[in-house]
């Protein structure tokens, strides 16, 4: 059983800070990709940052430069710092992690439970 345990969403105002984290627990033989996604209100889940295994990042347009996302290997757990925070950023916030349960096995992509993040203006 793999699970994904969000924290650090929260209400903040425009031009704040908060820092997300999503640590993987279970039985997890290795961990590939790990990524945030959003999802606005009324709108479908958007990729907001994703960091490989070795490091390489990408970001989506409307986050890039604000946003930073980095892992701790050791930990299995990825973290999204956000500044400059706009009130379009409000949505909730999904940790993926792509893994493999086992040697050998396939790798498959599992979903944190979401956590709110709401930006006011």
């Known amino acids: 059983q793999v699970q994904l345990v969000e924290s650090g969403g929260g209400l903040v105002q425009a031009g704040g800070s908060l820092r997300l984290s999503c640590a993987a627990s279970g039985s997890i033989f290795s961990v590939n990709a790990m990524a945030w996604y959003r999802q606005p209100p009324g709108k479908q889940r958007e990729l907001v940052a994703r960091i490989t295994g070795g490091g390489s990042t990408n970001y989506s347009d409307s986050v890039k430069g604000r946003f930073t996302i980095s892992r701790d290997s050791a930990k299995n757990t990825v973290y999204l710092q956000m500044n400059s925070l706009k009130p379009e950023d409000t949505a909730v916030y999904y940790c993926?992690?792509?893994?493999?349960?086992?040697?050998?096995?396939?790798?498959?992509?599992?979903w944190g439970q979401g956590t709110q993040v709401t930006v006011s203006s």
């Open positions: 993926n992690a792509v893994l493999s349960i086992r040697y050998g096995a396939t790798y498959s992509a599992y």
